[in-house]
T-cell receptor, first 111, second 118 residues
Framework: TQLLEQSPQFLSIQEGENLTVYCNSSSVFSSLQWYRQEPGEGPVLLVT?????EVKKLKRLTFQFGDARKDSSLHITAAQPGDTGLYLC???????????FGKGTKLSVKP | GAVVSQHPSRVICKSGTSVKIECRSLDFQATTMFWYRQFPKQSLMLMAT?????????EQGVEKDKFLINHASLTLSTLTVTSAHPEDSSFYICSARDRLHRAKNIQYFGAGTRLSVL
């Protein structure tokens, strides 16, 4: 069974601080996506990584895919209150292309 | 970017009634759509995979007669919650996989439907 362990589950920080969210698995994934979800809305795709060791930057967000394609991280620099939300990592499942989701990281950035 | 429209966004119904939720890919073709259920403060749980022109594949523990899925075209999938009961109250989210980006398994999500069964 493919599983994605996401940590931390909750994170409450002050504006301007840096943070890192981790997504780990014992399985190899062909691709991994990061989503951000706000209450009452669907997840919004932030990035897709497909190559081992790949690093992608989206403004203050930096995403990294592990060399073995079993883990990924999301680093936010100088967090802003607008970054508050639920961050989900998801890897491509083996069967029918479904996504395996991590449990999510609920981030709260206080002004 | 790709847009997935999910309707309705919120529905309140009486116990025993059926509710239909629509999921449309607006600017791309989706041979595969997925239906998820999300409980408060939890992650998404895959319910079923919907393939255009064929029967849906349900995850273990999901009753196919309770949650009817129809994927009649490349841009529309529907989920019908039959004889809804209060325990079916939840946030239902659909996603659609762009046929052109199947290799990367990129999925775009609808805004979700909040179902409340009284």
């Amino acid at each position: 069974t493919q599983l994605l362990e996401q940590s931390p589950q909750f994170l409450s920080i002050q504006e301007g601080e840096n943070l890192t969210v981790y997504c780990n698995s014992s399985s190899v994934f062909s691709s991994l996506q990061w989503y951000r979800q706000e209450p009452g809305e669907g997840p919004v795709l932030l990035v897709t990584v497909v190559t081992g060791g790949e690093v992608k930057k989206l403004k203050r967000l930096t995403f990294q895919f592990g060399d073995a394609r079993k883990d990924s991280s999301l680093h936010i620099t100088a967090a802003q209150p607008g970054d508050t939300g639920l961050y989900l990592c998801a890897g491509g499942g083996r069967s029918q292309g479904n996504l395996i989701f991590g449990k999510g990281t609920k981030l709260s950035v206080k002004p | 970017g790709a847009v997935v429209s999910q309707h309705p966004s919120r529905v309140i119904c009486k116990s025993g009634t059926s509710v239909k939720i629509e999921c449309r890919s607006l600017d791309f073709q989706a041979t595969t759509m997925f239906w998820y259920r999300q409980f408060p403060k939890q992650s998404l749980m895959l319910m079923a995979t919907s393939n255009e022109g064929s029967k849906a594949t349900y995850e273990q523990g999901v009753e196919k007669d309770k949650f009817l899925i129809n994927h009649a075209s490349l841009t529309l999938s529907t989920l019908t919650v039959t004889s809804a009961h209060p325990e079916d109250s939840s946030f239902y989210i659909c996603s659609a996989r762009d046929r052109l980006h199947r290799a990367k398994n990129i999925q775009y999500f609808g805004a979700g439907t909040r179902l409340s069964v009284l």
